[in-house]
């Protein structure tokens, strides 16, 4: 996965991430994207690009459990978070949707808004010009949920293959 970074700090709530007002609106998920974010940052809906990589610091997605918060960035394009550290609800709920989430605290530190990064899932690393930064790889149970594109596609799957559905 390749992608320019887009840097924010601690504490990054889901209502930031996806406003609070459009809690209980239903809206497919191209709407959202262009929701996403827009209390903390009004360019980053019209400039992000598929591909791209949030890095932000301590408590990312804390707040409310709405999945939502998790889904508008994908929606979005972006291809992982890398922080300091998440929210609990929310690691799980991007993990369930499919969009992967990395605690890289040297990565963070040392990463800005547009610098290009590589991130390989499998071998639990980040590449920059700034250097490479390690951070635990995925269990293989968890790397297929990311492959499938969520828990509910991953599960899909496997009942297929077991030929039940």
Not at 26 to 44: I, N, Q
Not at 96 to 117: F, H, M, R, S, Y
Request: hydrophobic share 40%; aromatic share 8%.
């Amino acid at each position: 996965m390749k992608g320019k970074v887009w840097k924010y700090g601690d504490n990054v709530n889901t209502d930031v991430i996806f406003p609070g007002k459009y809690t209980y609106t239903l809206m497919p998920p191209e709407e959202m994207a262009r929701h996403a974010l827009e209390d903390l940052d009004p360019e980053f809906a019209s400039k992000v690009r598929p591909g791209d990589v949030i890095v932000a610091g301590r408590n990312f997605g804390c707040g409310s459990s709405r999945e939502q918060a998790a889904a508008c960035l994908k929606a979005a394009g972006i291809q992982a978070v890398i922080a300091r550290s998440f929210a609990r609800i929310y690691f799980r709920n991007a993990i369930n949707l499919g969009l992967p989430v990395i605690q890289c605290p040297e990565a963070v530190e040392a990463l800005e808004k547009g610098d290009e990064i590589e991130v390989d899932l499998q071998a639990g690393e980040i590449r920059s010009d700034k250097g490479n930064f390690r951070f635990p790889p995925f269990p293989e149970s968890v790397i297929g949920i990311l492959q499938a594109g969520g828990l509910i596609a991953f599960t899909r799957q496997k009942l297929r293959e077991k030929g039940i559905i």
